[in-house]
């Protein structure tokens, strides 16, 4: 049975959750706002890596984005994934479970817009730099490498992957955000995109990332009730 007191605390809780929702939302769209100005930079941000790039790095770029792709971040979750349900432990697994969630949706919703895009990567020296969407010169252009930049699969996966971790209401959280930084680096490094280009897929990948943990927290007398009885804690 549940008391007066504890409806009305409910309410509060669910008003102030609503608040903090709307007020996400508005700093999400004001951050793509601010992602579509990265297009001005675009050139600079060639420019700099351009002068600034070595051998070794573009290498060590390499090895970094190689891992940040979708399959290999499956693959080391997965026998994490494995591991929680064999112990029961409900929390971590969720937590892995939306981890790689975040990063499935987030790289099919980056991939489904490039796809339409045509954007030239800054090494497809084959053609002038721009965007040629689903044709060029009569011939399509889906599964196109080379036209398939804008925006960054890789980021938007890594990022959907790694902010399920940032997001959370947990100390020193941000710091998950870091390796993700590297990541859009080094697709950048190795001259695969342009800054708007990881900008964006980043964008995507918070989104979502966040879009997912809302969905998996249970309303505020389920989360306090599921609390006390199991002894965990929402992700």
């Avoid at 190689?66 to 693959?75: H, R």
């Amino acid at each position: 049975m549940i008391s007066p007191n504890e409806e009305n605390a409910a309410r509060q809780t669910q008003t102030a959750a609503g608040l903090q929702r709307r007020g996400a939302i508005l700093l999400f769209l004001a951050l793509g706002a601010l992602c579509g100005l990265t297009f001005l930079c675009d050139d600079a941000a060639m420019r700099f890596l351009a002068e600034h790039r070595t051998k070794g790095l573009k290498n060590v770029a390499g090895v970094i984005s190689n891992f940040g792709d979708w399959p290999w971040l499956m693959a080391s979750a997965l026998p994490f994934l494995v591991w929680a349900w064999w112990k029961k432990r409900r929390t971590l697994f969720r937590l892995v479970a939306l981890m790689m969630i975040a990063s499935t949706l987030a790289g099919l919703a980056a991939n489904s817009l490039r796809l339409t895009t045509g954007r030239t990567r800054p090494n497809n020296k084959a053609v002038a730099p721009g965007w040629y969407g689903l044709r060029h010169e009569g011939k399509w252009l889906l599964g196109k490498n080379k036209f398939a930049s804008f925006p960054s699969g890789h980021t938007a996966t890594a990022v959907g992957f790694l902010a399920v971790l940032g997001l959370r209401r947990r100390p020193a959280a941000w710091l998950w955000f870091v390796p993700a930084v590297v990541m859009a680096l080094s697709r950048m490094i190795i001259d695969a995109h342009h800054l708007s280009d990881v900008c964006f897929g980043a964008w995507i990948g918070v989104v979502v990332a966040w879009w997912c943990l809302e969905k998996a927290r249970p309303p505020a007398l389920a989360d306090e009730r599921s609390g006390v009885e199991n002894g965990e804690t929402s992700v």
